[in-house]
């Protein structure tokens, strides 16, 4: 089993544009951060820090494009600050909801067990349209997603290219990079990504700071 112990953040805007932030602090790669694209016309970007990320998250989702650029994420106490390429983004952190208020109260041990994933994916397709617990990662392999809290994205500004993106809104419709998409309301989840068949093969790398949240 490969483990990624981080944050996923998916934010929409009014033109279209959909992205979802990959902050790792643990994971077989180190620290990074990396970001998925998808633009009003469907092309799909991936912007990684390294040649490892760019390897080991292309082989694992589909994309039209990837690019190696410089990837940053900081924060000041709810306010994230993420520049990544052609993209920059500034969004605030609002309050837990109600589904992270729930997902707090499972056992962190139970929560990252492939078991107890694969047996809420199916209440999870309900509740969340487009969200999946579990599926392919390609190559033979499985993915768990163990999502122990969810915080909403209240406010958000976006620019890619240079071009200011309009305001938050949901990431509608859901974006395609894998077997699902993150919750339409933007939020920021605490998750543990769990590969499982995936050779130990990838070289750590180097991060930055860890954000809050």
Same mark, same amino acid.
């Given at each position: 089993?490969?483990?990624?112990?981080?944050?996923?953040?998916?934010?929409?805007?009014?033109?279209?544009?959909?992205?979802?932030?990959?902050?790792?602090?643990?994971?077989?790669?180190?620290?990074? $951060?990396?970001?998925?694209?998808?633009?009003?016309?469907?092309?799909?970007?991936? @912007?990684?820090?390294? $040649?490892?990320?760019?390897?080991?998250?292309?082989?694992?989702? $589909?994309?039209?494009?990837?690019?190696?650029?410089?990837?940053?994420?900081?924060?000041?106490?709810?306010?994230?600050? @993420?520049?990544?390429?052609?993209?920059?983004?500034?969004?605030?952190?609002?309050?837990?909801?109600?589904?992270?208020?729930?997902?707090?109260?499972?056992?962190?041990?139970?929560?990252?067990?492939?078991?107890?994933?694969?047996?809420?994916?199916?209440?999870?397709?309900?509740? @969340?349209?487009?969200?999946?617990?579990?599926?392919?990662?390609?190559?033979?392999?499985?993915?768990?997603?163990?999502?122990?809290?969810?915080?909403?994205?209240?406010?958000? $500004?976006?620019?890619?290219?240079?071009?200011?993106?309009?305001?938050?809104?949901?990431?509608?419709?859901?974006?395609?990079?894998?077997?699902?998409?993150?919750?339409?309301?933007?939020?920021?989840?605490?998750?543990?990504?769990?590969?499982?068949?995936?050779?130990?093969?990838?070289?750590?790398?180097?991060?930055?700071?860890?954000?809050?949240?």
């Amino acid at each position: 089993m490969e483990r990624f112990d981080g944050w996923i953040g998916g934010l929409g805007t009014a033109s279209g544009l959909r992205y979802v932030i990959g902050h790792w602090p643990s994971s077989p790669l180190g620290t990074f $951060t990396d970001v998925m694209v998808e633009r009003p016309d469907g092309h799909r970007l991936l @912007l990684a820090p390294s $040649t490892a990320v760019e390897e080991f998250v292309g082989a694992t989702y $589909t994309f039209d494009e990837v690019r190696h650029v410089p990837v940053d994420l900081r924060s000041v106490g709810p306010e994230f600050f @993420l520049t990544a390429g052609p993209l920059t983004s500034r969004f605030v952190l609002g309050g837990r909801s109600p589904l992270g208020v729930l997902l707090r109260a499972v056992p962190w041990r139970l929560a990252t067990a492939p078991p107890w994933i694969a047996t809420i994916d199916a209440i999870a397709r309900r509740v @969340l349209p487009g969200v999946r617990t579990v599926g392919s990662a390609g190559g033979g392999r499985t993915e768990y997603y163990g999502a122990r809290d969810l915080r909403r994205i209240e406010a958000a $500004t976006t620019t890619f290219d240079g071009v200011d993106q309009g305001a938050l809104r949901p990431v509608s419709p859901p974006v395609r990079f894998g077997f699902g998409s993150t919750p339409t309301a933007p939020s920021w989840v605490r998750i543990t990504t769990l590969i499982e068949g995936a050779g130990n093969s990838w070289e750590p790398i180097g991060g930055g700071g860890t954000p809050s949240g």
